[in-house]
């Protein structure tokens, strides 16, 4: 039987970069004089491309590169000591490598999910990583699904994209893929609940029940 395609998002399904993206907002508006954000309305906003979360918050869309740039700025110098795994994060990314091939699909850059992930001692598991800096359109677009496919040289048969808000199942559905989403991370669970999917509590319950398809 051909191996199944399994994708990743990356923040609130596998790791935990809370800290990080909040002090790199905070930094953001601090470098305009801006007033700071309320951290819960930014939390919401976690899994958008950063663009779009500071257009969501308040910034005229011509100016939210400069504040993207702001972000990353500091976020560089922190994100790595300011990121863990998600509890069974790392068992279930070496439980779904004994049967399928993994990609990460993320908003984050791709340039720093790759070291990120290499710190956190499960780089290796993943043949691809498909980041914001890699397409034209972000999630909820099918485009960096299609890509991750591409690259990985599958079809979307027995391909399944793992994640915790409602950009990566929309993203998952425009790409005709199945979409499974975790309440591990920054979506209510009743929010996640409304599309009638598989929906389980963290990474591993999924990918159990992804091993477990026929």
Excluded: W
Excluded at 82 to 87: C, F, H, K, N, R
Excluded at 94 to 116: G, H, I, M, N, Q
Excluded at 133 to 143: G, I, L, R, S, W
């Amino acid at each position: 039987m051909p191996k199944k395609t399994i994708l990743f998002d990356l923040d609130g399904t596998l790791i935990d970069s809370t800290s990080a993206i909040l002090d790199g907002f905070d930094a953001a508006f601090k470098a305009f004089n801006e007033p700071l954000r309320d951290h819960e309305a930014i939390k919401a906003l976690i899994g958008f491309p950063l663009d779009v979360a500071f257009e969501k918050l308040g910034v005229a869309k011509e100016k939210t590169s400069e504040y993207v740039n702001a972000y990353r700025k500091v976020y560089q110098k922190i994100y790595i000591e300011q990121t863990s795994l998600l509890p069974l994060a790392k068992e279930s990314v070496y439980e779904a490598s004994l049967f399928a091939d993994l990609a990460v699909v993320t908003t984050k850059s791709s340039k720093f999910s790759k070291p990120l992930l290499d710190h956190l001692g499960i780089g290796e598991h993943f043949k691809v990583i498909i980041g914001r800096d890699d397409v034209t359109c972000p999630k909820p677009d099918a485009e960096p699904i299609l890509l991750a496919l591409k690259k990985l040289s599958k079809n979307k048969e027995n391909a399944f994209m793992v994640g915790d808000t409602h950009l990566d199942i929309k993203a998952a559905q425009n790409a005709n893929i199945i979409p499974v989403a975790v309440s591990s991370g920054y979506e209510s669970k009743e929010s996640l609940a409304k599309f009638e999917i598989p929906l389980f509590k963290n990474t591993y319950e999924a990918i159990k029940y992804i091993r477990n398809i026929r």
